[in-house]
């Protein structure tokens, strides 16, 4: 069964920067597209960011020039590198497959951005 573990969440002011890491089990990166996705309160879940098993990237335009997503294959973990954080980043934040899988969801990291 593949495992996944989001950290590097926190509380960060307008403007500040987080990485988060998302470590794998399974060696699934190697294999198929890995994305960050998001989740507020009360709103439905969105894609921010993908890289596929050969390397290439890709950033939702709501993110884009802000965040980049990259992984080493030999730690196993993918990160989100978030610069220029804005308080509409605030989520919880999840790593999973894309398309996702749903039995790999964890629990995520929380990300909160004050004004």
């Known amino acids: 069964q593949v495992r996944l573990v989001e950290s590097g969440g926190g509380l960060v002011q307008a403007g500040g920067s987080l990485r988060l890491s998302c470590t794998a089990s399974?060696?699934?990166?190697?294999?198929?597209?890995m994305g960050w996705y998001r989740q507020a309160p009360g709103k439905q879940r969105e894609l921010v960011a993908t890289?596929?098993?050969?390397?290439?990237?890709n950033v939702a335009d709501s993110v884009k020039g802000r965040f980049t997503i990259s992984r080493d294959t030999a730690k196993n973990t993918v990160y989100l590198q978030m610069n220029s954080l804005k308080p509409e980043d605030t989520a919880v934040y999840y790593c999973?497959?894309?398309?996702?899988?749903?039995?790999?969801w964890g629990q995520g990291t929380q990300v909160t951005v004050s004004s």
């Open positions: 399974g060696w699934i990166f190697r294999i198929y597209t």
């Open positions: 890289i596929t098993s050969g390397g290439s990237t």
């Open positions: 999973n497959t894309n398309p996702e899988k749903s039995t790999y």
